[in-house]
Each structure stands twice: as C-alpha cells, then as structure tokens.
Nanobody, 120 residues
C-alpha cells in the first residue's frame, strides 16, 4: 500500500524557517520523482519544488527560489523541504507527491498534507 506521510508543519513568524518531511512506504522510493505542492484557501494547488528520482535535478517555483530547498534520502525513503525566510504568503497546506519516473511502473500518490502558517 502506497503511503506518503508529511510532518514538520506549524506556526512560524515571518523570516523564520521550517523543515518539512515526507516519509514514503509501499513502493520503490528511488524509482519515483518527488514533489512538494501547496494550496492556500481559495487558491489552486501549485507546484513548489520537485526532485528527480536520484536527486540529480531539482526545480522550484519562482516564488520560492533561493528560499526553499528540496532534497531526498533514498536510504530513508524520505523527501524534505527546507523552507527559509518564510513569508505570510507561504501560508498554505503543503502536500507531498510521488510520481513514477519515466520507464518505471507505478501510480501517482499524494500525502494528506501538513499546514504551514506564517504569521506574527
């Protein structure tokens, strides 16, 4: 059974930092590209960052470039999102996404999300 479980969200002041984690199970983690999405109330879900299956390439939304870093540890079946210099507009539910890399079998999966609130 494929499972993605996020953790690390919470309330933080503007300028602060948080580190989100997404623990994966039930599938061969190293064959999946992983991403973080976020969704604020009344807005569409948007891609925040993605990382290829072996971590060789990353991609970021323009709004988080230079502030957020995605990484993964395939030995621990975990993907991370380090968020620095947080702004109120980063407030959203953050969701982990896994998608089979090209040429590998499997299904796209989502975590249940973790809430990040940036407020003074």
């Amino acid at each position: 059974q494929v499972q993605l479980v996020e953790s690390g969200g919470g309330l933080v002041q503007p300028g602060g930092s948080l580190r989100l984690s997404c623990a994966a199970s039930g599938f061969p983690f190293s064959t999946y590209a992983m991403s973080w999405y976020r969704q604020a109330p009344g807005k569409q879900r948007e891609l925040v960052a993605s990382i290829t299956r072996l971590g060789g390439s990353t991609n970021y939304a323009d709004s988080v470039k230079g502030r957020f870093t995605i990484s993964r540890d395939n030995a621990k079946n975990t993907v991370y999102l380090q968020m620095n210099s947080l702004k109120p507009e980063d407030t959203a539910g953050y969701y982990c996404n896994g998608r089979p890399a090209f040429g590998f079998p499997g299904f796209e999966s989502w975590g249940q999300g973790t809430q990040v609130t940036v407020s003074s």
